[in-house]
């Protein structure tokens, strides 16, 4: 079974929507919130670790980090090395995401550097090797308003009492 081949039941899409809002969340509380029991929430919660489904993890705000300089860089590439192109760009620490997509670019990738010069050296000094790189079109980012990523889970909602509801109206 893939990634894409199964969906989150209504308690773990609810673990997740707690778990964003505090991810040091314990099974304990998770299982208040959600009144559902605790070895229950640490059943689902270790299986959807374990599938790979979620993951927990800090994010930092890239500036407090030492990358001063964000961008948004479109790649445009020959299509038979689409695939290859994108998993090479996805092993630099410091790219934060890899998109295949239409439009203008073929891979489009968010990337954080320590400075202009940083952007620099990774567009004409590293990326030359890649030969079936045509193209590139970069956009410098000068002010981040959101970062911390996506906070929400389709459905799912967290009222002012804590409460987890489900986009079926039952109460978790």
Do not use: W
């Amino acid at each position: 079974m893939t990634k894409s081949d199964r969906a989150l039941d209504d308690i773990e899409r609810g673990i997740v929507r707690l778990l964003q809002e505090d991810g040091r969340m314990s099974s304990i509380e998770l299982s208040r919130r959600l009144s559902v029991s605790e070895p229950t929430i640490r059943k689902k919660l270790n299986r959807i670790l374990e599938e790979g489904l979620v993951t927990i993890r800090a994010v930092a705000d890239p500036a407090y980090l030492g990358y001063k300089t964000a961008a948004y860089i479109g790649f445009v590439v020959e299509r038979a090395h689409l695939e290859d192109v994108a998993r090479k760009l996805s092993t630099y620490d410091f790219v934060d995401s890899v998109t295949i997509s239409t439009g203008a670019n073929d891979i489009t990738i968010k990337a954080y550097f320590e400075s202009i010069g940083d952007v620099y050296a990774f567009l004409f000094n590293e990326l030359k090797g890649i030969a079936s790189i045509r193209d590139t079109d970069t956009t410098l980012v000068f002010q981040e308003i959101k970062y911390f990523g996506l906070k929400g889970v389709v459905g799912i909602q967290i009222d002012e009492n804590g409460s987890v509801t489900s986009s079926t109206g039952a109460a978790r």
